[in-house]
């Protein structure tokens, strides 16, 4: 079960964004789903859901690799634009940080989600430029 979860791959297109880590998409069956963006932990700051809507306007065409189906209902996954990993950009700006308890889910990517952590931790983007990053999290 879980190679087959591995290669899921969903066209959809972008219908809006919730918050800094879910976005909401009509995948090709004309189905409207959640997505929680995989491997990446955002904070409950207006500045990452403005990048994230910033990189996902409405009806841009994205590809989620799904990692996992929450009992919610919602999907998990790494959103594409262009062959670039929207879930990397956000950690490459400083708008998240990696989630290491969910980071084998993306294991094509672990090690430059890591390294983009370190640069932008490295740089103080975003959320790094403070001092000691003491910020809430969306739950899980």
Not at 18 to 44: E, F, H, R, S, Y
Not at 115 to 126: F, P, T, Y
């Amino acid at each position: 079960m879980m190679e087959l979860l591995e290669l899921m791959l969903v066209l959809a297109t972008v219908v809006g964004v919730t918050d800094g880590n879910t976005i909401l998409v009509k995948d090709n069956t004309g189905q409207t789903i959640p997505v929680k963006l995989a491997c990446i932990n955002v904070p409950k700051a207006l500045a990452s859901t403005q990048k994230l809507k910033q990189l996902l306007p409405p009806k841009t065409p994205v590809v989620i690799r799904s990692t996992e189906q929450l009992e919610s209902g919602r999907t998990v996954g790494e959103v594409f634009v262009d062959n670039r990993s929207v879930n990397l950009l956000l950690v490459e700006s400083g708008n998240a940080v990696v989630d290491r308890e969910s980071l084998q889910n993306c294991y094509e990517s672990k090690t430059q989600f890591l390294i983009a952590e370190a640069n932008a931790k490295n740089k103080h983007l975003g959320l790094w430029q403070q001092s000691k990053v003491q910020l809430k999290f969306h739950a899980k």
